[in-house]
T-cell receptor
Framework: DGGITQSPKYLFRKEGQNVTLSCEQNLNHDAMYWYRQDPGQGLRLIYYSQIVNDFQKGDIAEGYSVSREKKESFPLTVTSAQKNPTAFYLC???????????FGDGTRLSIL | EDKVVQSPLSLVVHEGDTVTLNCSYEVTNFRSLLWYKQEKKAPTFLFMLTSSGIEKKSGRLSSILDKKELSSILNITATQTGDSAIYLCAAGGGYGNNRLAFGKGNQVVVIP
């Protein structure tokens, strides 16, 4: 089945630790996106990539990093510089031609 | 900065009621407005609207875009408990990068 797979579903981070959230898609989409969702805040864009080996900062990129080495994969690293990482993280993908984005099931990140 | 505002932020209705959700947007180079439904995990796509005044329907849900007023509404008729969810409005614009700006969501609770 075509879709977007995020892992893990739940993740705990210790102080000073970097953690990486996985996002894989088999929809053959060019563009991929990472959003953060906090209660009552809607979705805020962290990073996005329109093509392999290229990505741009979204509205809240500080404390996060990404890579896009393969079309199917767009991992997000939450670094120790992100002081308030507890949130629900959603990955999405889409065609570049004004088509709807499709979402994964999300990763819930908490602080230990 | 692109902006999307949804109202009301939350509401509680009884089964069988009709719900109207509002979304207004200010987006540079507007291209499309999208509605998603989010229950527990991944937002699922409902509608994408690009032309003003043309209603899109799917079962008991319908949506329409008013480009003059920079707004959209999502209607749900004969509500059921399964309609309980957060409804997200997003507006796409920019310069071919397919970025979406999301509102905070309309949380709908349908009680039997």
């Amino acid at each position: 089945d075509g879709g977007i797979t995020q892992s893990p579903k739940y993740l705990f981070r210790k102080e000073g630790q970097n953690v990486t959230l996985s996002c894989e898609q088999n929809l053959n989409h060019d563009a991929m996106y990472w959003y953060r969702q906090d209660p009552g805040q809607g979705l805020r864009l962290i990073y996005y990539s329109q093509i392999v080996n290229d990505f741009q900062k979204g509205d809240i990129a500080e404390g996060y990093s990404v890579s896009r080495e393969k079309k199917e994969s767009f991992p997000l690293t939450v670094t120790s510089a992100q002081k308030n990482p507890t949130a629900f993280y959603l990955c999405a993908s889409g065609d570049r031609n004004n088509q709807p984005q499709h979402f994964g099931d999300g990763t819930r990140l908490s602080i230990l | 900065e692109d902006k999307v505002v949804q109202s009301p932020l939350s509401l509680v209705v009884h089964e069988g009621d009709t719900v109207t959700l509002n979304c207004s947007y200010e987006v540079t180079n507007f291209r499309s407005l999208l509605w998603y439904k989010q229950e527990k995990k991944a937002p699922t796509f409902l509608f994408m609207l690009t032309s003003s005044g043309i209603e899109k329907k799917s079962g008991r849900l319908s949506s329409i875009l008013d480009k003059k007023e920079l707004s959209s509404i999502l209607n749900i008729t004969a509500t059921q408990t399964g309609d309980s969810a957060i409804y997200l409005c997003a507006a796409g614009g920019g310069y071919g990068n397919n970025r979406l700006a999301f509102g905070k969501g309309n949380q709908v609770v349908v009680i039997p």
